[in-house]
């Protein structure tokens, strides 16, 4: 990992050894630029890169592209989120074309979450490649000029790759491995899903570490501050592959309502502060769930501000 | 097989509405097997649409026939002699039955009895399951005899998402995830290793997405 692949500012950060700080937001249900902008300022200094979900939950949300191209306007180095899911093999390559033409230097290839919880469960899904393959497909297009179907790229898409892996889903033993399959397929970067248990999470990362993946991939530990008891119990009830101990919910009952948010944030950077110093961690990647204001106070909190300018 | 499982009867009796002489078509093959279409499914459904019939004061004439396989030219052949007697055929067959059967009596409506649901086979009585989606270039060697296309609900070929949680799959705890039955399999099959390799995409012309598929076999012609 020598020389710079991309314009990325993600990948200038974690090359240049700074451990990384990614947010996330999630565009709006409606056509407002203004929504995007408004979670774009809260975030503004904050973080290296930040993710732009697309249709998160398979929920309809205005593009990713889209916002993408509004929060670069307003500085930011954005993170294209793509999903399997919506996407044939030809809409997919197109969507990085263009996307790489608007100066889009960060791609995270997903699988999706399946349309059935989502607001149209009526949907038709399309799944034609799963997110291994695209990876594979869009490092083909920037390292041999070459779409999926072997024919000549007119310019290739410098793009700073990324995957994502949830750590906590079964089986447990294998899902290492599958990080590794990313790592193959091209994933320069991963981001994990939002960690609650870090003992577990250390065990996912000491068997990353062991097969020496650490030193392939930056590795991004996902954290989700809780705003609540009920948020907490959400997350380990309703949402599939999230691990949320009892203990944490214990703690946050432990508090009056009022003061659930501001413990949720203790937590969370405590978290920041114990991940950090697990072997193997590259960066964080907040996923502040429509409570971007509370991004500045977590990342300062951690000690991770100033960031760095490179 | 292919399974079925008939249609409500409120459906059904508003698609036959405009009827009052009818065939009921059941079918022999895979139908009458998961229990969907076959003679006992025809005289149980013919009872039930005359009596329905009788109470709205319209009495309907049905005539109750199961052919061999209505998936076959020769047996849909053996109800020419009667057919143009009737308005319509409802057929309890797959829809490969009914479109049979509507591509061999133009005048007459052919109507869909059932809803085809799945290729797959018998749990246990009176429960089936998806097993093959047709997709045209069976995988099944690479992936321990479990398919990944169909029992995956996202068609993943390289492993289970990140929403498998305890065996299940994110879109019903009531659904196994196919990936860990593929990775439990590979398992006992010492074949763990196949799980590193990457599968390529799936050439999926060769599935419906290649337009309707036929296959001929010149050996066979006659």
């Given at each position: ?32 630029p ?6 774009g300022?809260?975030l503004?200094?904050?973080?290296d890169a ?16 889209a916002?993408c191209l509004i929060l ?7 993170v ?10 030809i809409?997919?390559?197109s ?5 790489a033409?608007?100066g889009?230097?960060?791609l995270?290839?997903?699988?999706g979450?399946?349309?059935k ?16 393959q695209?990876l ?5 297009m920037?390292d041999e000029?070459?779409l999926l ?8 898409p ?45 065990e ?10 650490h030193?392939?991939v930056f590795?991004?530990a ?15 009830t ?18 009056p ?10 937590i969370?950077?405590?978290m920041?502060?114990?991940?950090r110093e ?5 960066g ?5 769930i429509e409570?971007?204001?509370k991004v500045r ?12 300018q490179v | 097989?292919?399974v ?7 459906e059904?009796l ?9 065939i009921i ?8 097997v ?6 006992r ?12 019939r ?17 998936c ?15 308005q319509?055929?409802?057929?309890l067959a ?5 479109q049979?059967?509507?591509e061999?009596?133009?005048?007459i409506?052919?109507l869909p009895?059932?809803?085809?649901t799945?290729v ?13 989606q047709c997709?045209?270039n069976c ?6 005899g479990?398919?990944?296309i169909?029992r995956c ?12 949680s ?9 659904v ?9 399999r ?5 074949q ?10 799936k ?5 419906r997405d290649?337009g ?7 050996d066979l012609l006659?």
């Amino acid at each position: 990992m020598s020389k710079f692949k991309t314009n990325s500012r993600l990948e200038r950060v974690l090359k240049s050894g700074y451990f990384a700080v990614t947010g996330e937001c999630g565009p709006p249900r409606g056509a407002d630029p203004e929504a995007i902008r408004e979670k774009g300022e809260l975030l503004k200094g904050c973080v290296d890169a930040v993710n732009v979900t697309d249709c998160q939950t398979a929920v309809v949300r205005m593009s990713s592209l889209a916002s993408c191209l509004i929060l670069k306007e307003m500085g930011f180095d954005p993170v294209l989120q793509i999903v399997a899911r919506d996407r044939n093999r030809i809409a997919i390559q197109s969507d990085i074309l263009g996307a790489a033409a608007l100066g889009i230097n960060n791609l995270l290839c997903l699988t999706g979450d399946h349309q059935k919880a989502g607001d149209h469960p009526q949907a038709k899904n399309v799944f034609d490649l799963d997110s291994i393959q695209m990876l594979a497909m869009v490092k083909r297009m920037r390292d041999e000029g070459k779409l999926l179907n072997g024919e000549d790229l007119t310019r290739r898409p410098q793009l700073f790759i990324g995957a994502a892996e949830n750590p906590f889903a079964d089986p447990f033993e294998i899902r290492h491995i599958r990080l590794a399959k990313k790592v193959a397929a091209g994933a320069d970067f991963v981001q994990t899903q939002c960690i609650f248990n870090i003992p577990k999470f250390k065990e996912w990362m000491k068997r990353v570490v062991d097969i020496g993946l650490h030193e392939k991939v930056f590795i991004l530990a996902g954290i989700t501050p809780l705003k609540s008891v009920g948020m907490a119990r959400y997350l380990k009830t309703m949402v599939p592959g999230m691990d949320v101990p009892d203990e944490l919910i214990e703690r946050l009952k432990g508090v009056p309502k009022e003061k659930q948010g501001e413990e949720g944030v203790k937590i969370a950077i405590e978290m920041i502060e114990e991940i950090r110093e697990i072997p193997g961690v590259h960066g964080i990647h907040l996923m502040a769930i429509e409570w971007e204001e509370k991004v500045r106070e977590i990342v300062e909190g951690a000690g991770l501000l100033p960031r760095p300018q490179v | 097989m292919v399974v079925g499982e008939q249609k409500p009867l409120e459906e059904i009796l508003k698609m036959i509405e405009p009827f009052d002489r009818l065939i009921i078509a059941g079918c022999k093959g895979c139908v009458a097997v998961c229990a969907a279409g076959g003679e006992r499914e025809v005289r149980f459904l013919a009872s039930a649409v005359r009596t329905a019939r009788k109470a709205q004061g319209r009495e309907i004439e049905i005539r109750e026939v199961t052919l061999e396989r209505q998936c076959d030219p020769e047996y849909v052949e053996q109800i020419r002699g009667f057919v143009y007697d009737y308005q319509a055929i409802l057929s309890l067959a797959c829809g490969v039955g009914v479109q049979y059967l509507a591509e061999h009596y133009g005048r007459i409506p052919a109507l869909p009895g059932i809803n085809t649901t799945f290729v797959g086979g018998a749990e246990k009585q009176g429960v089936w399951s998806e097993k093959c989606q047709c997709c045209g270039n069976c995988v099944l060697h690479l992936t321990g005899g479990i398919c990944p296309i169909t029992r995956c609900s996202k068609s993943l070929l390289n492993g289970p998402c990140g929403g498998s949680s305890n065996g299940r799959c994110e879109i019903d705890p009531q659904v196994t995830c196919g990936w860990q039955l593929i990775l439990e399999r590979l398992k006992e099959l010492e074949q763990m290793d196949r799980y590193l390799e990457i599968i390529p995409p799936k050439d999926w012309s060769q599935s419906r997405d290649g337009g309707p598929r036929k296959i001929i076999r010149e050996d066979l012609l006659r």
